[in-house]
C-alpha cells in the first residue's frame, strides 16, 4: 500500500506543531490552506488555534463544504482543540457552527482562561502508561452520543474520543513528545485507505 | 523550550498558548465594541489598551494600563484571547493584570515605562508575557526574564512598516549567523548580544528562537502583514492601522485574509481590493529621538 499522504489545515494555529511531530514520525504532510489542496489527502488535522477565526476562513473560502465533502468520501480526520470544537455537532458557550461530523456537544473554553491552563496525566486505551495532555484554554466534550468511543478521560470527562474515521482531542498531543496519538490517527487512516484501495480494486 | 528557573510544565502552556496564535492577527482594541468588530473579522486575539498608539504619540501625557472596567468588558465580549498592555518594569500593573485573568500580557513600550532599568522577571507570573524586542540581544534578554513569545517592537504608532521590517531583519540574521558559528565562538557572541550562553547555544542550533516570534509596529496594510509573515514573523499584531483607518472592519478582515495567504499574491492582491483609505502614518526619519517608543526599554 502507498504511503498514506497527511494534509494539515494551515488557516490559523499550531499547524506547524503537527507537522514537527509527523516528521518525527517518519510521515511527510502538507500544509491545507485551499479546498484543491485537499484533493491528495487521505487524512487531514485540524490543529489547535482559535475555532472562531479558523471558522471564519473555512466559511469564506470553500473549505467547510470541501472538508465536509472529504469525510463523506471516506477521508479521516483528527481535530485537536479548536479542531475539535469545528468536527462536534453542538457548539456551545457561545453558540457557534460547526461541521457536524462527530455527534459530541462541546462547551469552548470551558475549563476558564489561560491561566487555568495545565499539564496533566490521564489514562488512555491507547496504551499502558499514562497519557501526558496539554489543556490550553480547553473545552469540555460535555455529552457524546452513541456509537462514539472514549480513548481517554480527564477529571471525568472524555478528552479523546473517535468514531470510524473521526477522531478528536481537546487536548494538544502535538506539543508533547508522546506519539499514540498520532499514531493512532494514522493507523486510522491506513485501515481506511486499505478499505479505500480495495473497494476501488474491486469496481 | 525550556529555559532556566522555570516549572517546566508552567512554561509550557506559556509557550503553548503563543504556539496556537500563530498565523493569526492579534489587534489592538479600545472598547468592546471594537473588540467584536476585531472577533468578527477573524482576529485570533485582542489586545485591551486605553488609546491606540497613534493617539498615544498625538495626545502624549502619561500611557498607564487600560481601565480594569474596559478591560473586563472586552474580556467579556469576546471568546477569543484578551491580552493587555503593562508599563515596562510595572509589575503591580501585571499583578493586577493576572488577577484580572487576561489571557496573555504584553509589557509594552508602547506605555510610558515604569522603570527606565529594569524589565519585570516574567517567570513569577502564571499568566504569560509579551515582550518586544529590536535585535536578537534584546529578544534573549526578555526570554531570559520570562516571556513566553517576542514581537518585534517596529514603530507603534507610525503606521509605517519601515522599523518593523529592522528589527525583524537584525532578529533573523542574527540568528542566521549563529547557526554557522564554532562552539567556541558563542561565548564572544553571548557577550556582544548581551544575553545567556545557554539562550544563544540554542538558537545556534536551531536557527529559531526558543518561543514563538511575532510582528508589530507600524503594521497598516494586508501587504505589510504579508510582508513580515515573509520576514519571519509568525503572526503580527496590528495596533492603530485598523482603527485609525477610513474602514475599520473590511481592513481588519483583509489583513487577517493576508496573514493567512501571505504566500499567495492573488489573494493578498483580493485582500486590497475593497480597501479604503489607510492611516496617514508618519516618516519615522522626521521623528526626534525623544519620541520614538522603541528606544523604550533594552
Request: glycine fraction near 8%.
Amino acid at each position: 500500500m502507498s504511503k498514506p499522504k497527511i494534509g494539515i489545515l494551515a488557516v490559523q494555529g499550531d499547524f506547524e506543531a503537527h507537522g514537527a511531530m509527523l516528521a518525527r514520525m517518519g510521515v511527510d504532510s502538507s500544509e491545507v490552506r485551499k479546498p484543491g489542496e485537499l484533493k491528495d489527502c487521505d487524512g487531514l488535522i485540524l490543529p489547535g488555534g482559535e475555532s472562531t477565526t479558523q471558522l471564519q476562513f473555512l466559511q469564506e473560502e470553500g473549505l467547510f463544504d470541501a472538508i465536509r465533502k472529504f469525510a463523506a468520501d471516506g477521508g479521516a480526520i483528527f481535530g485537536t482543540c479548536a479542531g475539535a470544537i469545528l468536527l462536534a455537532n453542538e457548539v456551545k458557550h457561545p453558540d457557534q457552527p460547526s461541521l457536524s461530523l462527530l455527534d459530541m456537544t462541546v462547551l469552548r473554553n470551558a475549563y476558564g482562561r489561560q491561566i487555568a491552563s495545565e499539564v496533566v496525566t490521564g489514562r488512555s486505551t491507547l496504551k499502558a502508561e499514562a497519557l501526558e495532555m496539554v489543556f490550553i484554554r480547553a473545552p469540555i466534550i460535555e455529552r457524546v452520543g452513541r456509537g462514539i468511543e472514549i480513548l481517554a478521560e480527564y477529571a471525568g470527562k472524555p478528552v479523546l474520543v473517535q468514531k470510524g474515521r473521526i477522531m478528536a482531542a481537546t487536548f494538544h498531543p502535538e506539543l508533547t513528545t508522546e506519539t499514540a496519538v498520532h499514531q493512532r490517527f494514522l493507523d486510522t487512516v491506513a485501515s481506511q485507505n486499505g478499505a479505500r484501495h480495495a473497494a476501488a480494486s474491486q469496481e | 523550550m525550556e529555559t532556566k528557573n522555570v516549572n517546566g510544565n508552567e512554561w509550557r502552556v506559556k509557550v503553548g498558548l503563543a504556539e496556537m496564535l500563530k498565523g493569526g492577527c492579534i489587534m489592538d482594541v479600545t472598547n468592546a465594541d471594537q473588540a467584536r468588530i476585531a472577533e468578527k473579522a477573524g482576529a485570533c486575539a485582542v489586545m485591551a489598551l486605553e488609546r491606540v498608539p497613534a493617539d498615544i504619540r498625538k495626545e502624549g501625557g502619561v500611557a498607564r494600563m487600560a481601565s480594569v472596567k474596559i478591560i473586563r468588558e472586552i474580556m467579556d465580549t469576546v471568546s477569543i484571547p484578551a491580552m493587555a498592555k503593562v508599563r515596562i518594569g510595572h509589575f503591580m500593573e501585571a499583578e493586577v493584570l493576572q488577577a484580572l485573568e487576561v489571557d496573555y500580557i504584553d509589557e509594552s513600550e508602547v506605555l510610558t515605562p515604569a522603570d527606565e532599568e529594569h524589565h519585570i522577571w516574567k517567570h513569577d507570573f502564571r499568566v504569560p508575557f509579551v515582550c518586544g524586542a529590536r535585535n536578537l540581544g534584546e529578544a534573549l534578554r526578555r526570554i531570559a526574564e520570562g516571556a513566553a513569545m517576542i514581537r518585534t517592537k517596529g514603530e507603534a504608532g507610525s503606521g509605517n512598516v519601515v522599523e518593523a521590517v529592522r528589527h525583524m531583519r537584525a532578529i533573523t540574521g542574527r540568528m542566521k549567523k549563529l547557526t554557522t558559528m564554532r562552539a567556541d565562538e558563542l561565548m564572544a557572541e553571548a557577550k556582544e548580544l548581551g544575553a545567556p550562553l545557554e539562550l544563544v547555544q540554542q538558537v545556534a542550533k536551531t536557527g529559531k528562537l526558543p518561543v514563538p516570534n511575532f510582528s508589530a509596529g507600524g503594521i497598516a496594510t494586508p501587504a505589510d502583514a504579508a510582508l513580515v509573515r515573509h520576514l519571519g514573523a509568525e503572526a503580527v499584531f496590528v495596533g492603530s492601522g485598523i482603527f485609525k483607518s477610513s474602514d475599520p472592519e473590511t481592513r481588519a478582515k483583509a489583513i487577517v485574509k493576508a496573514t493567512t495567504h501571505f504566500d499567495d499574491p492573488k489573494a493578498i492582491l483580493e485582500a486590497h481590493e475593497e480597501l479604503g483609505e489607510a492611516m496617514k502614518g508618519i516618516d519615522v526619519r522626521q521623528l526626534e529621538e525623544k519620541d520614538l517608543l522603541q528606544t523604550r526599554g533594552w
